[in-house]
């Protein structure tokens, strides 16, 4: 099982601990929610579970909880600018499918 990050996620993902001050990583998981059923969560976190899974990608600690890592296997994480938009991109090979407006996906 893994989680990684591109050159381009893990630089931004450092830029935002570092402003932050603090931190143990980033937290990566799932919540239900939208119309296809699932969507991405990510927030920093300040201390790691004894249940959470702790990956590293290039510097940046992914942390991920017993639930959440079952539907993100494999998953990597991008960040992608296009014109005036930027953000985390999610590339799952579990996702079977996304709504219209990508917010949520299903597995």
Request: net charge negative; glycine share 14%; charged share 25%.
């Amino acid at each position: 099982m893994a989680i990684t990050m591109t050159a381009a996620a893990s630089q931004r993902a450092k830029s935002f601990l570092q402003q932050r001050g603090k931190g143990a990583g980033i937290r990566l998981g799932v919540k239900t929610t939208g119309c296809s059923g699932l969507a991405y969560v990510m927030e920093f976190v300040d201390q790691v579970e004894e249940t959470d899974t702790v990956f590293d990608a290039d510097g940046v600690r992914i942390i991920i909880d017993g639930k959440s890592l079952a539907y993100l296997d494999g998953t990597e994480v991008d960040f992608v600018k296009q014109g005036l938009n930027e953000g985390f991109e999610f590339k799952n090979p579990n996702a079977k499918g996304e709504c219209g407006c990508g917010e949520s996906f299903n597995v």
